[in-house]
């Protein structure tokens, strides 16, 4: 998953924690190897290029139940929340200067839910344009590799995928594991640390990925509609039923600026805390 | 976490559709809870065109209900009910035949009675296994009951179906009040043992289907020793076989509107048994969200059964087989109830109040019957609940 993964575990003895671990790496491999845009052999590059393909592609269970939730996604932040921003994405990726008027213009011309053709079991895409499911796909995995220990009987512990992380239940003796959250101004500290019993957590900010020019950060979300970087809160931790929940509410509150993100997250019912640009932390978590 | 937002709610019912989702979910912990419920529940009046004697005002029951979900630790949940019920009015005894039509013989003193009944159970959740057992007990002046019983359920691998099983046991004795008076049986006892296989299937994400098989087999004294026949000028002990095969079938499909956040609810039921009656059961609901706080839900309900051979209004001989029941709930009848339920939901409690008219009548029967049934009951019943989360 190109990031650090960590698996804390109560387990009965060191076999069976190793038996866990083995199938908690098989399945985040899995994932990894299945949707991986970085590797040309998976299965979504193939999906991809077939979609691009007069007909289309049918695609297995698992990536149409992503698929729609991607459209669900979509839908429900109007378009901001779009798994096709993969041009805009890789224009803004560690870059050194600012792209110009006329890449954005290019990469929003590859961008975009609507052009697609999903009924739920065939994908037909414009050539070009290509999805990204980074956004879900490592909290999916959280939750998958999280279900898996569960069902071997694994009641104390969690996943971390790289800042994605689901907790599978609190410590034996009840008390509630405890986490940072890193500051948005680096340095690996953190900014507050929080209680959790179960549940999915998950962040996103500026902080972890972002590129800076004359002093000013470019996160790693982009409005799909102006092309920009978002300018919003500088980071949201979101604790709910599921890690892919929470990302997706993470994002979405990044993504809707400060004030209509902070309305979001104060009616979602979820818990969860956001980070202004001066630092200062807001929230129920 | 309460009261989720439109939002939130519609990427978690979307989340459901991917492998071993909904088995994560369901996994949580179940909320803890305090419930009071009360239910009025008031028979019509027996018609007095279609009244022979005694008193036409029937039953009205109020129950009073608590019920206790409590989780010990993580896996372990802890469910304790108490129910108190005060029944009043009087009851059907036998049919007299009259040129105009059959006609009701009501008891005559009105009927007071009370029921207590306190039900714990104790809840497991283990590798995906849900392990549920409960034991209860039930009394009343003329009636006690011992029940034990024990459900799991299991989901599959990739979260898209549940399986479900289950079985109960229930020891019963009846006392009947002024049995010598009226030459009702003294002491009788039944018992009736029953298992049950259920599936749930995640059709996609808007929609679930349930389905389930049940069998029952009660044995002992399965007639009503407050009920007559009248047998050509003579009026006897209802008398019912002693053994009783039942068969169940049930299928309910939720359909979620991802548009109105509505949910349409269907049920199918069929019932058969050894006694060849045969029902059928149809609901529709609608759930709508009204904003946050509310919700409204009406339904309807459509039920229809066919008698058992041994059922008559009244006999003109006495049965060979020796079995006979003019019981109006065994007759060839149909029904429909209108139900309207409403919610209100807060972070630490809710409300609900509904309100049921049922109507039962010999012409909606499916199968269609020219036998007149005096008895057949129209009612309505008030709940009113009040939820508190721990």
């Not at chain 1, 003796?173 to 640390?193: L, N, Y």
């Not at chain 2, 909904?22 to 027996?46: M, V």
């Not at chain 2, 005096?374 to 939820?387: C, H, N, Q, S, Y």
Request: glycine residues 8%; proline residues 4%.
């Amino acid at each position: 998953m190109g990031c650090p993964c960590e698996i804390q575990l109560y387990a009965r003895s060191r076999y069976d924690a190793l038996a866990a671990f083995v199938q908690a790496e098989a399945e985040v491999h899995r994932l990894d190897r299945k949707y991986s845009h970085y590797r040309d052999d998976s299965e979504l590059q193939r999906i991809q290029k077939k979609a691009a393909q007069t007909g289309g592609v049918e695609v297995d269970h698992e990536t149409a139940a992503l698929l729609d939730y991607a459209q669900t996604q979509f839908e429900i932040s109007g378009g901001l929340f779009d798994i096709t921003t993969r041009a805009l994405s890789a224009l803004w990726h560690r870059v050194e200067e600012l792209p110009n008027e006329q890449q954005i213009q290019t990469a929003l011309k590859q961008t975009g839910w609507h052009r697609l053709d999903w009924d739920g079991q065939r994908l037909t895409a414009p050539v070009g344009l290509s999805l990204d499911l980074g956004g879900v796909v490592k909290e999916y995995a959280a939750d998958r590799v999280a279900g898996i220990l569960q069902t071997m009987g694994f009641e104390s512990g969690y996943v971390d995928l790289g800042g994605d992380l689901h907790f599978i239940g609190p410590h034996p003796d009840g008390r509630r594991w405890q986490t940072g959250i890193w500051h948005p101004g680096g340095g690996k500290r953190a900014i507050a640390s929080i209680e959790v019993r179960s549940g999915g957590l998950a962040s996103s900010g500026d902080y972890e990925r972002y590129s800076e020019i004359d002093g000013k950060r470019y996160g790693h979300i982009i409005n799909p509609e102006t092309g920009w970087p978002v300018s919003g809160l500088a980071g949201v931790s979101v604790l709910a039923p599921s890690c892919l929940v929470a990302g997706s509410v993470t994002t979405l509150a990044m993504l809707a600026g400060v004030d209509d993100g902070l309305s979001l997250l104060y009616e979602s019912g979820l818990s969860w805390l956001a980070i202004h640009s001066d630092f200062r932390v807001e929230g129920t978590l | 976490m309460y009261r989720l937002s439109k939002t939130v709610h519609s990427l978690l019912m979307s989340s459901l559709g991917l492998p071993g989702m909904q088995q994560l979910l369901a996994q949580e912990a179940p909320e803890e809870t305090i419930d009071y419920r009360y239910t009025h529940y008031d028979e019509e009046p027996l018609p007095l065109d279609k009244l022979a004697d005694g008193d036409p005002r029937r039953y009205e029951i109020d129950s009073h209900q608590f019920r206790l979900v409590k989780n010990l630790n993580e896996t372990w949940t802890l469910e304790l009910g108490l129910l108190h019920e005060a029944m009043s009015g009087s009851s059907p005894w036998y049919v007299l035949p009259d040129p105009s039509g059959p006609l009701q013989v009501m008891s005559g003193a009105t009927i007071r009675e009370n029921r207590n009944q306190a039900d714990l159970s104790f809840a497991r959740r283990k590798n995906g296994y849900t392990h549920k057992t409960a034991i209860g007990y039930s009394i009343e002046n003329d009636y006690e009951a011992r029940y034990a019983s024990y459900s799991g359920e299991k989901d599959s691998s990739d979260g898209l179906r549940t399986w479900s099983w289950g079985g109960s046991y229930s020891d019963d004795k009846l006392s009947p009040t002024d049995a010598l008076n009226f030459g009702r049986i003294e002491h009788a006892v039944r018992d009736s043992l029953s298992g049950s296989l259920g599936m749930t299937q995640v059709v996609n994400r808007n929609a679930v289907i349930q389905s389930s098989i049940s069998l029952t087999r009660q044995s002992g004294f399965l007639s009503d020793p407050y009920k007559q026949v009248w047998i050509n000028n003579a009026v006897l002990n209802d008398s019912r076989p002693d053994r009783r095969v039942m068969f169940t079938w049930t299928t309910r499909l939720r359909h979620y509107m991802e548009h109105s956040r509505a949910a349409l609810i269907m049920d199918y039921r069929f019932f058969r048994d050894d006694w060849e009656i045969t029902a059928h059961t149809l609901e529709v609901a609608w759930r709508q969200p009204l904003g946050h706080d509310w919700e409204i839900a009406p339904s309807i309900r459509y039920y229809s059964q066919s008698a058992p051979d041994f059922y008559a209004p009244f006999y003109v001989e006495l049965p060979q087989d020796g079995y006979w029941s003019s019981d109006y709930r065994l007759a060839t009848f149909g029904a429909l109830s209108y139900r309207l339920h409403i919610g209100f939901r807060q972070e630490k409690w809710s409300f609900s109040a509904g309100v049921e008219y049922y109507n039962s009548d010999e012409s909606l029967a499916l199968s269609g019957t020219t036998e007149n049934t005096p008895g057949l009951v129209d009612f309505w019943r008030l709940t009113l609940a009040l939820k508190l989360r721990l």
